[in-house]
């Protein structure tokens, strides 16, 4: 009987045990099933090393994919973000569900430029501020040159800006923050980082915005890379965008790091007017918005513009500030227009804005009269004309080489 009660024990010992493994197990189960859920089809998954690859982004070395890896991480590039002058963008899933943006090159690869284009991802790869998006890899091959970025869970700055319907609208007090974000990371870039990197394309698309609506700049350094060989130019007629870029880039003037100056003044212009800069249905008057702010600053009439613009007393003063700042931003000349160090304290408050001179003196035919085709002009003419390439469709393989060990790039594992 006593040898009857211990078997008893034992097997209710074992029974609960088996419960307990059993339990764990299927719990281990569901983890594992949520951390794919939103990719639930595994052919789909790449099975990164995950270790590997976290390490490889902790040391902060670019990461080189091959074709066949982009092209399973974003399901044969079916699901677009947007498209650019430089190339088109979709998203994907690397390592465990990591979300990323791969952004396809325009142009054709070429063996001649890889050590050039290794060299120039490598510092993009190493750039790395709370206001820049960051560049995880790249994949340089004769049928796919992309670059591999770390995803924006709320897409970019215009279509929050100019698409307000489609989403929640961002309050201003986050705006403020936006623009102060925005001029950190050009600040970094310019003056903190140890090679200064021009953007030459400071845009509302190209801000990107985290999951808490925090400013990221996107696309440093693209310009460098697209521009260094004339058979990979994918923007002709001048750098940057319409609207955006500074006259130096679409007249014959030098240009510095002073264009993305003028260009972030611009952009502070949409965000205090959550319109577009130029916008053809509107009275001419009031088509370039820029010109119009100027005229209500010069005849001290801002109520008016905060009356239009639906800015809440309470953010007046700094509006003000902002629209300041817009104005020293985009002034004619390079050399009038502060760094970009000063504009963050000058946006922070830390410093006076200067009164600032009339930028568009250059645009003004007459006494007070704007010749609004020259102002069409410095909206139209920086560089419209994008063209594209045939893609080669045929891949190369891509092993472990000197190139790649000089810059410290990495072969994402299988
Ligand atoms: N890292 C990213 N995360 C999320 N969305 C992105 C990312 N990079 C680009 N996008 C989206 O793709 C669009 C196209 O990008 P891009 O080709 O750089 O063109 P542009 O800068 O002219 O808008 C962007 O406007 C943005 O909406
Ligand atoms: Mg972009």
């Known amino acids: 009987m006593a040898d009857g009660g211990a078997v008893f024990v034992i097997v209710v010992v074992v029974v609960v045990k088996i419960a307990i493994i059993l339990c764990v197990c299927n719990k281990l189960n569901q983890r594992s099933k949520m951390q794919t859920e939103p990719f639930p089809n595994d052919s789909r998954f790449i099975p990164l090393a995950m270790v590997k690859f976290l390490d490889d982004m902790e040391r902060e070395k670019p990461i080189r994919f091959t074709a066949q890896q ?16 430089f190339g088109t963008v979709y998203k994907g899933l690397v390592s465990n569900g990591i979300a990323v943006a791969v952004k396809v090159l325009n142009g054709t690869s070429d063996k001649r430029i890889e050590e050039q284009f290794m060299a ?10 709370f206001n820049l998006v960051r560049l995880y890899g790249f994949c340089f091959e004769s049928s796919l040159r992309a670059l591999v970025y770390e995803f924006m869970v709320n897409g970019s700055l215009d279509n929050h800006l100019f698409k307000a319907s489609k989403g929640p609208i961002i309050g201003f007090e986050q705006l403020y923050e936006i623009g102060l974000g925005t001029a950190r990371g050009i600040a970094y870039l310019h ?9 030459y394309d400071i845009k509302p698309g190209n801000i990107l915005l985290d999951s808490k609506f925090c400013a990221k700049v996107a ?9 260094r060989d004339n058979t990979h130019i994918t923007m002709t007629g001048g750098r940057g965008t319409p609207g955006y870029a500074a006259p130096e880039l679409w007249l014959p003037l030098p240009v510095s790091h002073k264009c993305d100056v003028y260009s972030f003044g611009m952009l502070l212009f949409e965000i205090i007017g959550r319109r577009r800069n130029m916008d053809v249905r509107l009275a001419d008057s009031q088509q370039w918005f820029p010109i119009w702010v100027w005229g209500k600053y010069e005849k001290k009439e801002l109520k008016d513009l905060m009356m239009v613009c639906a800015i809440e ?9 902002m629209l300041k700042v817009a104005l020293c931003c985009v002034q004619y000349r390079p050399d009038t227009r502060p760094v970009m160090s000063i504009v963050v304290k000058m946006l922070e ?6 009164e600032p001179l009339n930028p568009f003196s250059y645009l003004f035919s007459g006494v007070n009269e704007v010749d609004y085709s020259l102002a069409r002009l410095a909206w139209n003419d920086g560089g419209s004309d994008w063209s594209s390439s045939d893609v080669n469709t045929k891949s190369t393989v891509v092993a472990d080489t000197p190139l790649m060990r000089r810059h410290e790039i990495t072969m994402a594992s299988e």
């Open 191 to 199: 003056e903190e980082c140890p090679q200064r990197i021009v953007h």
């Open 120 to 129: 120039e991802v490598s510092t993009m790869g190493r750039t790395h501020h």
């Open 313 to 321: 007393e309470k953010d007046h003063e700094a509006v003000e500030r």
């Open 70 to 85: 982009l092209r399973i991480a974003t399901e044969n590039f079916s699901i677009l973000l947007g498209s650019g002058g």
């Open 219 to 227: 696309d440093f350094g693209l310009a460098k890379l697209c521009n």
């Open 349 to 354: 408050g830390a410093l006076p804005v200067p």
